[in-house]
């Protein structure tokens, strides 16, 4: 069974500060998936990754998917009140139940004005 | 907006109880998934349907059920309710079987089970 971890679970922060959330796992993923998910809606995808120590940006967002492609960052660089949400990282089965996604618990990030 | 529309947004039934929930894709994606979020979770899948046929399936008992109908539209069926099926259940549709390419997720409907 491939499993993620995210962490931290909670995270708190004053607008304009930075932050990095982390999802880890034992197993090799062929790609992964970030998503954000604000309250009463469902998972948006902000980016996936696929070479091993890729990194894609995305306005104030940094990806990065290591090297082994067993784990993955995200930085928020200045933090607005708008990058509130839960984060989950996510990624494919490996096999031939690649059809679907192994997600993680997420991080809950709240920024506060 | 993702272009998936789910119904209802909001149910509420007693433990024993049968439910359906009900999902349309956007038009032209054949692949329709769907996944349960408990409280504090991430997302678990359930299972998905390619062209009205069940293709895959997670670990979730019989009584989870599904229907896949050609004008893009699908449902989700539960049976004999139980306190623990109490969550936000999420159909995503998709182009391709392959779930490395991007699933677009509807806003879910809250279950909860009395």
């Known amino acids: 069974t491939q499993l993620l971890e995210q962490s931290p679970q909670f995270l708190s922060i004053q607008e304009g500060e930075n932050l990095t959330v982390y999802c880890n796992s034992s197993?090799?993923?062929?790609?992964l998936q970030w998503y954000r998910q604000e309250p009463g809606e469902g998972p948006v995808l902000l980016v996936t990754v696929v070479t091993g120590g890729e990194v894609k940006k995305l306005k104030r967002l940094t990806f990065q998917f290591g090297d082994a492609r067993k784990d993955s960052s995200l930085h928020i660089t200045a933090a607005q009140p708008g990058d509130t949400g839960l984060y989950l990282c996510?990624?494919?089965?490996?096999?031939?139940?690649?059809?679907?996604?192994?997600f993680g618990k997420g991080t809950l990030l709240t920024v506060n004005p | 907006e993702t272009g998936v529309t789910q119904s209802p947004t909001h149910l509420i039934k007693t433990r024993g109880q049968q439910v359906t929930l009900r999902c349309s894709s956007q038009?032209?994606?054949?692949?329709v998934s769907w996944y349960q979020q408990a409280l504090g979770q991430g997302p678990q899948f359930i299972f998905q349907?390619?062209?009205?046929?069940?293709?895959g399936r997670g670990n979730f008992p019989p009584r989870f059920s599904g229907l896949q109908f050609p004008n893009y539209s699908s449902e989700l069926n539960v049976n004999a309710l139980e306190l623990d099926d109490s969550a936000l259940y999420l159909c995503?549709?998709?182009?391709?079987?392959?779930?490395?390419?991007?699933?677009?997720f509807g806003e879910g409907s809250r279950l909860t089970v009395l």
């Open positions: 038009s032209g994606h054949n692949t």
């Open positions: 197993s090799v993923f062929s790609s």
């Open positions: 995503a549709s998709s182009l391709a079987l392959d779930a490395s390419g991007e699933l677009f």
């Open positions: 996510a990624g494919p089965n490996s096999g031939g139940s690649n059809y679907k996604l192994t």
């Open positions: 349907y390619y062209r009205e046929e069940e293709n």
